[in-house]
């Protein structure tokens, strides 16, 4: 498939006569304006071709997905503004993830990690829009609030868990589809939790919005499973956030950068 097959695809599962649509074929690029409200959103179709290679039509119909939910969330917006909502998300990002929005409003941050940042959003139902500094006088909230509120909230959402046991090392998978998979990594008592079950070293992973995984690594395979779970999960994740996975000790996130076998000398040197 060519880019120009796919903004015809995207057509087809859009309705067309709502929005105007602006195919940059140099670039590559995909620009939707919403004929109402005048605002529009950019497409980056190589990312999206790359995806359909390895998912095909569903690749396709998650981006269509993702397109009518964000133009849904900005009618919500230009309905109702923002004054009184509560319902305060973090999400959980690529350090390399846009800093400021379309409009070149800045979003409220935290730094996480080397390979992570937090962001905040704003539940509307069966999408979310990031916050940034222009809604905070609407939402009569300050930064602060903002992030208190999200830091409670991640700590209601469900925690259940599907497990998996590969060569004695134990996975567990975080996958609810709520769109604050990912975000669960900052449920601190829920890590902490996790950690009394871990006999092994404890190894966490947000490979894309829609997961959480962790790892109970028993022995130098279970490092090379979480790597390659991790990268398969961030090839074909609606969001991608990052391939590399954390050890998580003493209540804080340490990037894997050292091979299996020193991880484990310093185990057995701890005992």
Known sequence: M??????????????????????????????????????????SLPEILS????????????????????FSAME??????????????????????????????????????????????????????????????DMQMSEQEIQEVA????KTLPTAYKQDIVSDNIFYFINNNDGYDASRILNQPFLKEMEQKIEGHMVVSVPHQDVLIIGDIRNDTGYDVIAQIAMQFFTTGAVPVT?????YEDGKLEP????????????????
């Open 256 to 271: 894997i950068f050292i091979m299996a076998k020193n991880r484990l000398a310093r185990r057995e040197k701890k005992k």
């Open 151 to 154: 830091m409670f909230k991640v």
């Open 76 to 137: 919500q917006e230009h309905a109702k503004g923002f004054a009184g909502e509560n319902n305060i998300f973090p999400v959980i990002r690529s350090t390399s993830f846009p800093t400021e929005s379309s409009a070149g409003e800045t979003f409220l941050t935290k730094d996480h990690t080397a390979e992570t940042r937090i962001f905040y959003a704003l539940d509307l139902g069966n999408t979310y829009r990031l916050i940034d500094h222009g809604m905070l006088s």
């Open 51 to 70: 995806k359909y290679e390895q998912k095909k039509e569903r690749a396709i119909d998650e981006v269509a997905y993702t397109i009518l939910e964000t």
């Open 2 to 43: 060519e880019a120009k097959d796919l903004v015809e695809e995207l057509k087809n599962r859009l309705p067309k006569e709502n929005f105007d649509w602006q195919f940059d074929r140099k670039a590559d690029k995909l620009r939707i304006v919403h004929h109402t409200l005048h605002k529009g959103i950019d497409i």
């Open 243 to 247: 391939s590399l996975s954390f050890i």
